[in-house]
């Protein structure tokens, strides 16, 4: 199958006030747990660049019979000293398409009674 790309964009802040955060260490892996990239946010709480990932091509969404989904899942995760880390699963990337994924971290300040506890996010498959 033909692969395409697409692209991958989080934006980091602190729960309740927005603030962007930087130095989110943002992991993205494949489904199997390999690493695609590794990135730090910057000030404004966003990479650099997007990251690219490999997608299939746009066509393949347009055969019901091929069985090939017209997106790539990954899963993403997110970490930072003194915050909650978040777990993001099987995020769609689209062909062509920047996805911006949102990563609201709670500190742990606000949630004493959970020091190691990750917040796991399932996005569920699209009815396309």
Known sequence: ALSAIGYIQVHAFTGKARIPLQGVAVTITDL???AIAMRLTNRSG???APVEISVPDVSAG???DTG??????????????????????NLQVF???LTIQDLSMI????????WNKVEIFNTPPQNL
Do not use: K
């Open 95 to 97: 062909p062509g398409t």
């Open 107 to 114: 500190p742990l300040s606000e949630l004493p009674d959970s």
């Open 32 to 34: 199997s747990g390999s």
């Open 62 to 64: 347009q055969t019901p």
């Open 46 to 48: 966003t990479l650099d």
């Open 68 to 89: 090939i989904l017209p997106f790539a899942d990954v899963n993403l995760y997110a970490r930072l000293e003194n915050f909650e880390a978040i777990e993001i699963e």
